[in-house]
C-alpha cells in the first residue's frame, strides 16, 4: 500500500489482498477503532473453521471486512453508507430507495474487493 493517495479524490489506501494479515493492516489505516472486532471475527472465525473442519468461516470473515475495507477506503462512499442505514433504522424516509442503495454500495465494494 502506497502512503499516500494518488488521487486526493480517489481511495484513501490501494485495495489490500483479501488475507488477514492485509485486511488488518488496511483496517489500522482507515478505521482503527475496528480493529478489536476485526480481531474478535477472526478469533470466533478461526475458532469455527476448527470446529467444523472447513474453511467456510473463514472466507466469509475475508469477505465480510475486504468489503468493509473496499467501502471505508472511500470516505464520502462510507459516509453515505452510514447515512442510508440510518434512514432504514429509523424507518423514515424512503426506506426501499435507502435499500436499493445500500445493496448497489455492497456490490460496487464486492467488485473492487474481487469477489
Known amino acids: 500500500m502506497s502512503a499516500q493517495p494518488e488521487d486526493p479524490y480517489g481511495p ?3 485495495m489490500p489482498e483479501p488475507t488477514p494479515d492485509a485486511l ?17 471475527h477472526l478469533f470466533e ?3 469455527n473453521a476448527q ?6 468461516p473463514l472466507r466469509a470473515f ?3 471486512w ?6 471505508h477506503r472511500h470516505p464520502e ?8 442505514e440510518r434512514t432504514v433504522d429509523s424507518g423514515e424516509g424512503d426506506v ?5 442503495e445500500i445493496r448497489e454500495i455492497r456490490e460496487a465494494a464486492e467488485t473492487e474487493a474481487g469477489l
Do not use: G, M, N, Y
Open 66 to 71: 475486504a468489503v468493509f475495507v473496499a467501502v
Open 45 to 47: 472465525a478461526t475458532t
Open 12 to 14: 484513501l489506501i490501494p
Open 77 to 84: 462512499r462510507a459516509a453515505r453508507l452510514r447515512t442510508l
Open 96 to 100: 426501499t430507495a435507502a435499500i436499493t
Open 24 to 40: 488488518r493492516a488496511a483496517v489500522a489505516r482507515i478505521a482503527p477503532s475496528q480493529i478489536p472486532a476485526l480481531t474478535q
Open 51 to 56: 470446529q467444523t473442519q472447513s474453511l467456510a
Open 62 to 64: 475475508v469477505h465480510s
